[in-house]
């Protein structure tokens, strides 16, 4: 099984920058899609972005389009998401997730198999 670890978060200022780090170990990463959720304080976990095993197709919820970037590189078993323009409604902890899928990437929580222990970003006004 795979083991991941996030890293990166932090506490930024309205309009700037973070760039999250999601490290797999174990075994090879490559056979999985992934993806970032997210949970706020008193929220559901929300889908915020997710990529296909080759980094070929890539998804993102509305309110993460056009300011976050999602990208792989299998051969250091590391997906990053780059987060520009944060507001503080971005404000959560945020988790990287490998989900079992050949094809194209998924935005259900449940399908995804392996988590990371998150990493807090704050987003202040």
């Known amino acids: 099984q795979v083991q991941l670890v996030e890293a990166g978060g932090g506490s930024v200022q309205a309009g700037g920058s973070l760039r999250l780090s999601c490290a797999a170990s174990?075994?090879?990463?490559?056979?999985?899609?992934m993806g970032w959720f997210r949970r706020a304080p008193g929220k559901e976990r929300e889908f915020v972005a997710a990529?296909?095993?080759?980094?070929?197709?890539?998804d993102y919820a509305d309110s993460a389009k056009g300011r976050f970037t999602i990208s792989r590189d299998n051969a250091k078993n590391t997906v990053t998401l780059q987060m520009n323009s944060l507001k503080p409604e971005d404000t959560a902890v945020y988790h990287c997730?490998?989900?079992?899928?050949?094809?194209?990437?998924?935005?259900?929580?449940?399908?995804?198999?392996?988590w990371g222990q998150g990493t807090q970003v704050t987003v202040s006004s």
């Open positions: 997730a490998a989900e079992s899928r050949a094809r194209g990437t998924g935005r259900y929580a449940g399908s995804y198999h392996t």
């Open positions: 174990g075994r090879p990463f490559s056979p999985y899609a």
């Open positions: 990529i296909s095993v080759l980094g070929v197709s890539t």
